[in-house]
């Protein structure tokens, strides 16, 4: 089992900055894949970044891409998202996810077995 919980969110303006941190327990990140994936409303969950088990490579979408970036910290055992270059788009529910297994498929909400509950970011024009 892992436990997932997010924080960070908020209320920012375009052009701004956040951080979201995903704390993890049950399992040590540096074991795990990680992923952010982000809910509009009416729409589905897409995904934003990813970090492999090794923590060695990353994956971010082409939206996000050069504005976003997604780290970790094994003494902490959390994983951030730092989001910079804010734009009202981006606006949304952002979710953590944790892949332990074997058959991660960093992209799709299918391949993540442990989810946080969300957190709130909304950009302000």
């Known amino acids: 089992q892992v436990q997932l919980v997010e924080s960070g969110g908020g209320l920012v303006q375009a052009g701004g900055s956040l951080r979201l941190s995903c704390a993890a327990s049950g399992r040590t990140v540096s074991n795990v894949a990680m992923g952010w994936f982000r809910q509009a409303p009416g729409k589905e969950r897409r995904f934003v970044v990813a970090i492999d088990r090794s923590g060695g490579r990353t994956y971010i979408a082409d939206s996000v891409k050069g504005r976003f970036t997604i780290s970790r910290d094994d003494a902490k055992n959390t994983v951030y998202l730092q989001m910079n270059s804010l734009k009202p788009e981006d606006t949304a529910v952002y979710y953590c996810?944790?892949?332990?297994?074997?058959?991660?498929?960093?992209?799709?909400?299918?391949?993540?077995?442990?989810w946080g509950q969300g957190t709130q970011v909304t950009v302000s024009s």
């Open positions: 996810a944790a892949d332990p297994g074997g058959s991660w498929r960093y992209w799709s909400i299918t391949g993540y077995d442990y």
